[in-house]
T-cell receptor, first 114, second 110 residues
Framework: EAQVTQNPRYLITVTGKKLTVTCSQN?????MSWYRQDPGLGLRQIYY???????DKGDVPEGYKVSRKEKRNFPLILESPSPNQTSLYFC?????????????FGPGTRLTVL | QKEVEQNSGPLSVPEGAIASLNCTYS??????FFWYRQYSGKSPELIMS????GDKEDGRFTAQLNKASQYVSLLIRDSQPSDSATYLC??????????FGKGNQVVVIP
């Protein structure tokens, strides 16, 4: 089944404890992206990657890191999480960088930072 | 001005009626437009995409695009309780990113 997977789905952590949220897609997509969704603010892009070893900042990159060492994986790293990073996170992928490509979303990761 | 605006509050429609959602965007060079449906606690799923002016129909859904006026709309005909969800408008202006509106909640009343 073609899909985007994220792990963990739920995470409660404490301020300053490094964490990684994994994202993997099995559709051979070039483009991958991370979003966060907050009430009243909608979906905002954190980082995106157009291909292996090519990443760029989105609208709200502060406090996050990403890497794209393999085409299928695009982990999101929070080096020192803070409570304002409590949010619902979505990974998404699409076939290419063309604006006409549909983005497929993972199931989401609900992160709580205490 | 926000990139993508969906200004309406929650929309309540009786079952079987038409739900109408509107979205405006600020960047005139925007190329592609999408409507995503998101059930509470779930991820967005694409229901419609539209790239050229006019109407595009897919089952009970119709997307309408007017580039001159910079708006895109979504009509849901014969609304069903399963259509109760938040609908997100997304716009791609060709710079490798999608900009999303905040969404409109639709509640279909049986």
């Amino acid at each position: 089944e073609a899909q985007v997977t994220q792990n963990p789905r739920y995470l409660i952590t404490v301020t300053g404890k490094k964490l990684t949220v994994t994202c993997s897609q099995n559709m051979n997509h070039e483009y991958m992206s991370w979003y966060r969704q907050d009430p009243g603010l909608g979906l905002r892009q954190i980082y995106y990657s157009m291909n292996v070893e090519v990443t760029d900042k989105g609208d709200v990159p502060e406090g996050y890191k990403v890497s794209r060492k393999e085409k299928r994986n695009f982990p999101l790293i929070l080096e020192s999480p803070s409570p304002n990073q409590t949010s619902l996170y979505f990974c998404a992928s699409s076939l290419g960088v063309s604006s006409y490509n549909e983005q497929f979303f993972g199931p989401g990761t609900r992160l709580t930072v205490l | 001005q926000k990139e993508v605006e969906q200004n309406s509050g929650p929309l309540s429609v009786p079952e079987g009626a038409i739900a109408s959602l509107n979205c405006t965007y600020s960047d005139r060079v925007s190329q592609s437009f999408f409507w995503y449906r998101q059930y509470s606690g779930k991820s967005p799923e694409l229901i419609m995409s539209i790239y050229s002016n006019g109407d595009k129909e897919d089952g009970r859904f119709t997307a309408q695009l007017n580039k001159a006026s910079q708006y895109v709309s979504l009509l849901i005909r014969d609304s069903q309780p399963s259509d109760s969800a938040t609908y997100l408008c997304a716009v791609n202006n060709g710079n490798n990113r999608l900009a999303f509106g905040k969404g409109n909640q639709v509640v279909v009343i049986p």
